[in-house]
């Protein structure tokens, strides 16, 4: 078992009438939350041949020259904030990571009520002309692994004492599903600036859960109490990572993890995050089960690696999920969302 991280079998969460084995899932999905926040998966139903074409569809658009991949950038996505970033343009804690990427999410058309609302986030995917297969591989993952997010959620609810379908009534029946295409350029590269070495810096997620493929080269660490441990892939896995909203949804009781990548394989790496997360317009207030803490936001500031509380947030999931996006992309959201 890589370095203490749980693997879990979910496949008994696809099963409705299976009670009994559904809660034992759920108490797996507990105990991974209290002692790490993040824990292997199997059992998902995403199979690995769409994995496989996802993986090859990827490796093809990164290999675009860059021109190419600069006709379907970001500020052409507008609100949607969709589209492609080049390496250095995404930041954490105020410095740029080694990497480039897609934006993609639920494809919505203009004329879908939310998108002629004006709602950031949604709307149309961008897509290159010239990879038709791209799209395909990619809407084929996203459907697999939304679904699988789904049901786990329905672990989670169970594993918290709640019913199957709490929190899928409360706060996801129109999830904001967000899914990122990464790639981080093997070490040496000569377009790249390797004096910052972080592929990604140290961060939480933002929302309920995150579930991420990797392909066969590692980079993925995870801060413990015992320190940082590695996270590396297993064919068929996917990790999970629960968010910041979970965190404070549940008072606490399941923290979100900080968590970094650092590409060191000597090979070009890609990773498939998909974020499966409340209704942007959903109100972040902790579960009914959750008592008043006053002490609760000092202790989480201290803790956390930017020293900011997310017990002390008020607001729906978009204020918060706005305000770490400002932070990301600043000139971008001056621009777009400004």
């Given amino acids: 078992m890589p370095q203490g991280l749980p ?8 099963t409705a009438g299976d009670a009994e084995g559904r809660a034992r899932v759920a108490a797996k999905i507990a105990r991974a939350c209290r002692a790490h926040g993040f824990f292997y998966l199997v059992g998902h139903g995403v199979g690995l041949d769409v994995l496989d074409a996802l993986e090859a569809e990827s490796r093809r658009f990164f290999a675009l020259p860059l021109e190419a991949k600069m006709a379907i950038s970001m500020d052409r996505g507008g609100r949607a904030w969709r589209g492609y970033f080049p390496v250095g343009r995404e930041l954490t804690s105020g410095r740029p990571d080694l990497k480039e990427g897609l934006y993609l999410g639920t494809d919505l058309k203009a004329d879908h009520p939310r998108v002629r609302a004006g709602l950031p986030m949604h709307g149309p995917n961008l897509w290159p002309a010239q990879l038709p297969g791209l799209k395909a591989a990619a809407e084929a993952y996203m459907a697999a692994a939304t679904q699988a997010a789904a049901v786990l959620m329905e672990g989670v609810s169970l594993s918290l004492g709640l019913d199957a379908h709490y929190f899928a009534r409360a706060y996801t ?40 493929a990797q392909d066969r080269y590692g980079g993925l660490q995870v801060k413990t109490p015992a320190g940082w441990i590695e996270a590396p892939p297993i064919e068929g896995a996917m990790v999970c990572n629960i968010g910041d909203m979970l965190e404070r949804l549940t008072g606490g009781r399941y923290k979100s993890t900080p968590h970094r990548v650092k590409n060191v394989s000597g090979h070009d ?8 997360d409340p ?7 902790p579960l009914p089960s959750v008592a008043s803490d006053a002490s609760r936001a000092a202790a989480d500031r201290a803790e956390r690696w930017d020293a ?31």
């Fill in 173 to 212: 029946a129109e999830p904001t599903v967000l899914f990122r295409i990464f790639h981080y350029p093997a070490t040496g590269a000569d377009d790249v600036d390797w004096s910052q070495s972080w592929g990604v810096g140290e961060h939480t997620d933002y929302g309920l859960l995150t579930l991420l």
């Fill in 7 to 14: 693997v879990i079998d979910m496949a008994a969460l696809f």
């Fill in 279 to 285: 209704d942007i317009q959903a109100p972040m207030r």
């Fill in 308 to 338: 900011a509380s997310v017990h002390e947030f008020e607001g729906t999931y978009g204020d918060y999920l706005l305000d770490k996006v400002a932070k990301v992309f600043p000139q971008l959201v001056e621009d777009v969302l400004g």
């Fill in 269 to 276: 790496r890609l990773s498939f995050p998909l974020f499966f």
